[in-house]
């Protein structure tokens, strides 16, 4: 069973960026410059982001 949260309806900003919400990045753990992957699902067309983890010798 997948969790779901939504943190509100974006619009897509010139560039074709996308702000996310402050919430959403606190219960992430993410800051700027932090590193994180992104994934699309095909089969449910979403958008799936994930924080990398920094590997033990990286800084």
Do not use: C, T
């Not at 990045?25 to 983890?53: Q, T, Y």
């Amino acid at each position: 069973m997948v969790k779901r949260i939504k943190f509100g309806d974006l619009k897509i900003q010139k560039l074709n960026r996308v702000a996310l919400p402050n919430s959403l990045l606190e219960n992430l753990g993410l800051k700027p410059s932090d590193d994180v992957e992104l994934f699309l699902d095909i089969e449910d067309n979403e958008i799936i982001i994930k924080k990398l983890k920094r590997r033990k010798n990286e800084k």
